[in-house]
Structure formats: structure tokens, C-alpha cells
């Protein structure tokens, strides 16, 4: 019924969101693998060796025990105590023969900032939709350069739009970064990084990425803002606007 693990990272991801989706389990791909899942053949630069890559998942708090269920059935061992512990937003599993990671993500990527993906589920498949991918990598503030091209990736592949299906969601970039001034401080520091040249070996661009950029910038720029952004904006960068993820490490099966 469940099938064998497979070898390929990708593969096995999107095996495993089938099957959760077989089973009534809304599951997406995030991460590293879900911008290769759009972009095929897009390998994102230095990875991790490739039959130790980690899959990174996406759920809801309703379907979070579900997802656990599914995966202990099809062989991966919890780390019971980091899940005990951080159970309620994330959760860990290993495969018992590759040592492959899996990562569950419950609700909200808490990063440099805290994207909250949960009633956003549904909006698209098999990975979260185009613009939340986007967004959870230029919430990093220390944005490295794998996840600066799979940002550039995403721009240079995908239409702005104004719906999910159809491409980057532009409302949703605005209503992100319109209520949290600290969300558009990082998320417009790193579009002006990705208008620097990339040169690294691309995938054949379906659209000017740099157009895309200043598009969003303009679009994020002039959106009206909330109170509590026009308050935080007064204090600037003299406080802190984003948290530093803290590194946790996990038992070994």
C-alpha cells in the first residue's frame, strides 16, 4: 500500500506527499527540494550529498498526529525527544537505512521570521504556493548564496500574479511585508541583493528576474502599511527585527 522508500531525495519527497494526499493529509513540499520540484532539473547549487539530503514538509496543526502515523508506517524512526519537546511546531524523523532526514513543519516556518503558511495549505501542490516559497527564503537575513539562487530561480521561472495558481502571488508578497515592518525590512534588503549579477549556471530564464524585482519592490513599497508597521518603522534598526534560528541537534535512530 505504502511502497518502497526510493533513493532519490526528490522522488521519495514527492512519494510521500502523495501518499499523504491518498490519505486525506495536507502535506506540502518546502525547502530546497520543493524549488527543485518546480524548476525541474534545477539542482540548486552545493547541496548536501545527495542520498542524505533532507526533505523538508509542510502541515497543518489538524493533520500534524496523521503525518506522524504515515511516517512511522512507511519505516522512519521519531526522534521521540525533540518531539516531545518541540512537537507542537515541528517535528523529526530519520530513515532507518540512508540516515535521510525529514523535517515537518507545522503551521509556521520559524526562521528569521515567522511565515505563517497554515491556512495556505491548500492554495497550491505539491509544494506550498510560489510566493510563500519565495517568501521563506527572503525572510533569511543571512541569506546565503544557495538560497539567493533558488530565490532567483523561483523570479526567473514564474509570472508575478495576482493569484497563487498563476504564478508569484503578488498580494500575498504585499500582505506580508504591509503588517510587519520588520518582514519588509529583510524581504526588500534582499531583493536589492538579488538585483546583483548572478553568475552562476542557470536554468534557461522564462522571465527578467531583475523586471520581477523591482516590480515586487515597487508593489511592496507603495502598498499601504498598518499601524503597528508605521510604529516599528520609527524605530528602525536601532532594535533587532528578526530572530537568530537556533540550531537544535537530534538523536540518531
Known amino acids: 500500500m505504502t511502497g518502497e522508500r526510493l533513493d532519490d531525495p526528490l522522488a521519495e519527497a514527492t512519494r510521500?506527499?502523495?501518499?499523504?494526499?491518498?490519505?486525506?493529509?495536507?502535506?506540502?513540499?518546502?525547502?530546497?527540494?520543493?524549488?527543485?520540484?518546480?524548476?525541474p532539473?534545477?539542482?540548486?547549487?552545493?547541496?548536501?550529498?545527495?542520498?542524505?539530503?533532507?526533505?523538508?514538509?509542510?502541515t497543518s496543526r489538524r493533520d500534524a498526529a496523521g503525518v506522524a502515523r504515515l511516517l512511522g508506517d512507511v519505516g522512519y524512526v521519531a526522534d521521540r525527544h525533540y518531539n516531545a519537546i518541540y512537537g507542537h511546531k515541528q517535528l523529526y524523523f530519520m530513515g532507518p537505512t540512508n540516515a535521510r532526514?525529514?523535517?515537518?513543519v507545522i503551521e509556521?516556518?520559524?526562521?528569521?521570521?515567522?511565515?505563517?503558511?497554515?491556512?495556505?495549505?491548500?492554495?497550491?501542490y505539491p509544494t506550498l504556493s510560489l510566493?510563500?516559497?519565495?517568501?521563506?527564503?527572503?525572510?533569511?537575513?543571512?541569506l546565503n548564496a544557495k538560497d539567493a539562487l533558488d530565490a532567483w530561480v523561483l523570479l526567473a521561472n514564474f509570472p508575478l500574479a495576482e493569484a497563487d495558481?498563476?504564478?508569484?502571488?503578488?498580494?500575498?508578497?504585499?500582505?506580508?511585508?504591509?503588517?510587519d515592518w520588520g518582514w519588509w525590512r529583510t524581504v526588500s534588503g534582499n531583493l536589492d541583493r538579488l538585483l546583483d549579477p548572478v553568475?552562476?549556471?542557470?536554468?534557461?530564464?522564462?522571465?527578467?528576474?531583475?523586471?520581477?524585482i523591482r516590480a515586487i519592490r515597487s508593489a511592496i513599497d507603495q502598498a499601504p502599511k498598518s499601524a503597528l508597521w508605521r510604529l516599528r518603522a520609527r524605530i528602525g534598526e536601532r532594535v533587532r527585527w528578526y530572530d537568530e534560528p537556533e540550531e537544535i541537534g537530534h538523536e540518531q535512530p
Open 108 to 124: 509556521t516556518l520559524e526562521m528569521s521570521h515567522r511565515l505563517q503558511f497554515g491556512p495556505r495549505l491548500a492554495a497550491d
Open 41 to 58: 532539473g534545477w539542482k540548486g547549487g552545493a547541496r548536501s550529498v545527495a542520498g542524505r539530503r533532507d526533505i523538508d514538509l509542510a
Open 199 to 212: 553568475t552562476e549556471r542557470l536554468p534557461p530564464a522564462l522571465h527578467d528576474p531583475v523586471a520581477q
Open 16 to 39: 510521500l506527499v502523495a501518499l499523504a494526499d491518498s490519505s486525506g493529509l495536507a502535506v506540502r513540499l518546502i525547502g530546497g527540494l520543493a524549488i527543485e520540484a518546480r524548476v
Open 165 to 179: 495558481r498563476e504564478g508569484i502571488n503578488v498580494r500575498r508578497l504585499v500582505e506580508v511585508t504591509a503588517h
Open 131 to 142: 510566493a510563500d516559497l519565495l517568501l521563506s527564503k527572503l525572510q533569511i537575513v543571512h
Open 101 to 104: 532526514p525529514i523535517d515537518v
